[in-house]
């Protein structure tokens, strides 16, 4: 190894003085990463002559100049004797002061491999910039080429490249096919490099990338995603990885894969204590060193952070201080975790802090964080929203939720509990959940969940039960209602209340009356029987008025041909009385 490190280092020194001498001449360096097993040896012709005899896959030239001009670059098998017998040629124009890093990607087979070469042309993808000084001998310039036709849009993340594991360091943003990033600068390190789907949520794979090992400092290298994803699907070609072309060209250097060293996790501050409105929240592992960093600052009551990036295969613990904290030693709770990077994360803060002024008591119970190890960042099927339910209210007793058009969504859920079946799979629309007794079917209250007025499609969301059923007992704190968190984090998003009459409460207006159909399109009819003039009024979920009509008919048509499909409240009264409805478009 040692003696493969100082042969890339000659040649690395070799080539810069090479570039030095012509500092104007166009500089160029051709990578051969087509991984059709009928291009795994190739000659690269220019403008009729031999440019490159023998190049193989996954090998690089040295990084040399050429003479500014256009060129016809010929790509053919390596017994030609001539350009004419190239599989593909390519005209590039070479301009003086440029560096040319030069890929060749794509499949050349007729048949045998999906993409075909029809969706996946064999092609020479360049990229150009400036040339510019090499950086300091700490620090190492990356370009990376996505060159697997297999493998679909990705991002290149290198996790905790600083003290603070946050959200993902992204090198790489939606990487396609073909395509390029731009320079990225790094100190010279032993760094983790992973390849996450494009919303940066999940791990493909890890690699480890022994820059400082490799002595690249001061260098420029070239990563390339090379290979199949599904080498079964591609005439058993060689599989996915990432390798790297130095400057001196040669056989590329794999990378190796790395056992996932991160995961992802979600905090939502749900303690209704108000000695806990707002709390900082530290993160110690070793990751992070002897010393706690801060995770969350001033981490307020009914607010979520978004998913942010945690050390796995490690202990974590996390400290929940008081606001105004300089570490994780003032801490009033301090948890430890052992993550696993296949599970992903959700940490809700519940319960009481203080030991007076709450009924249920900080004994019975007490202040934690309640762990879910299978939460999502976004929704299995993008056309649904994926509902989680989590009974957050300390003085609620056990209780059902069911969704108009959806079902019961949870059942005989109790206190410091997620809904028993995990997510609920509900297509985008606007629902009114019902919270009932788990005996009988009186309802406890009921609320809007506007998913499609939100727009939440694709979604995955935690709807909490939080605050007080009886402020009075809990030191007058915020009184019970469902509020969803989101995926992006942030305030929760509070679910409007629906005021609806409970089962047996019934008023005798209600008895005279009969409201139809229900769903409506665009006429809706209220049949009168209280010998009595009603004033009907409806409203949108924002308590906007949309129609006010008074009539004493018997049957009383009202037009809704101008409402969109949604979930609409009428308030029909005679003066005395007054009912009210949930009604849906």
């Not at 990036?309 to 201080?321: F, G, H, K, N, Y």
């Not at 009974?391 to 209780?399: L, R, S």
């Not at 079902?407 to 606007?430: D, E, K, R």
């Not at 008895?511 to 029987?529: A, M, R, W, Y």
């Amino acid at each position: 190894m040692k003696k493969q490190l100082l042969q890339l280092g000659t040649a690395a020194i070799l080539s810069m003085l090479s570039v030095n001498i012509k500092a104007q001449a166009p500089t160029f360096q051709i990578i051969h990463n087509c991984a059709d097993a009928a291009a795994a040896n190739v000659k690269i012709w220019a403008n009729g002559g031999v440019l490159v005899n023998n190049i193989a896959f996954r090998n690089a030239t040295a990084t040399g100049s050429v003479a500014a001009g256009v060129y016809t670059i010929g790509v053919s098998a390596p017994t030609a004797t001539s350009q004419t017998q190239s599989l593909a040629q390519f005209t590039v124009t070479f301009a003086s002061g440029v560096d040319y890093k030069i890929v060749a990607n794509g499949i050349v087979s007729p048949t045998g491999y999906s993409p075909s070469s029809v969706a996946a042309p064999f092609t020479l993808n360049t990229f150009t910039a400036p040339a510019s000084p090499l950086p300091g001998m700490t620090q190492t310039q990356i370009l990376v080429n996505h060159g697997s036709t297999d493998a679909p849009t990705v991002d290149v993340v290198a996790p905790f490249t600083s003290t603070l594991p946050v959200i993902p360091n992204i090198l790489v943003n939606n990487a396609a096919y073909t395509n390029f990033s731009n320079w990225l600068t790094v100190n010279t390190a032993n760094l983790k490099i992973q390849v996450r789907d494009q919303f940066s949520e999940n791990v493909v794979q890890e690699y480890s990338a022994p820059l400082q090992t490799l002595m690249l400092g001061g260098a420029r290298i070239t990563v390339v995603a090379s290979g199949f994803l599904t080498p079964a699907s591609n005439s058993n070609g060689p599989a996915f990885g990432l390798w790297v072309a130095t400057a001196a060209g040669g056989s590329l250097i794999a990378l190796p894969t790395s056992t996932t060293t991160s995961t992802r996790l979600q905090a939502i501050h749900n303690c209704a204590d108000a000695a806990a409105t707002q709390v900082d929240v530290w993160l110690r592992s070793a990751t992070t060193g002897s010393n706690a960093i801060l995770i969350a600052d001033n981490f307020a009551f009914r607010t979520a952070t978004p998913f942010i990036d945690i050390p796995t295969a490690q202990v974590v613990t996390l400290s929940i201080a008081p606001p105004t904290s300089t570490s994780a030693a003032s801490a009033i709770a301090n948890f430890t975790y052992n993550l696993v990077p296949t599970s992903k994360y959700q940490l809700i803060a519940s319960g009481i802090v203080s030991p007076l002024g709450y009924t249920p008591s900080s004994t019975v119970t007490p202040f934690t964080l309640v762990a879910n190890a299978s939460v999502r960042e976004r929704a299995i099927n993008p056309a649904n929203t994926d509902v989680l339910i989590f009974h957050g209210a300390t003085d609620a007793p056990n209780v059902n939720v069911v969704a108009a058009g959806g079902g019961t969504i949870a059942t005989n859920m109790a206190y410091g509990t997620y809904n028993g079946v995990g997510y609920n799979q509900l297509p985008t629309n606007n629902y009114s959940l019902a919270v009932t007794n788990v005996v009988g079917t009186t309802t406890v209250a009921s609320y809007l969940a506007p998913l499609a007025t939100l727009s939440l499609t694709g979604n995955a969301i935690t709807v909490l039960a939080s605050g007080f059923l009886n402020p009075a007992v809990n030191s007058t704190g915020p009184a019970f209602g469902l509020w969803a968190a989101l995926a992006s984090g942030g305030n929760l998003v509070q679910l409007p209340s629906l005021a609806t009459t409970a089962i047996g409460e019934k008023s005798k207006l209600n008895d005279l009356l009969n409201i139809f159909p229900n769903p409506f399109t665009d006429n809706l009819t209220v049949k009168n029987n209280s010998n009595s003039q009603l004033t009907i009024t409806v409203l949108d979920i924002n308590g906007k008025v949309l129609i006010n009509q008074s009539s004493d008919q018997e049957e009383i048509n009202i037009n809704t041909s101008n409402l969109i499909n949604g979930v609409y409240f009428m308030s029909v009264s005679n003066g005395d009385l007054k009912s009210n409805y949930k009604i849906i478009k």
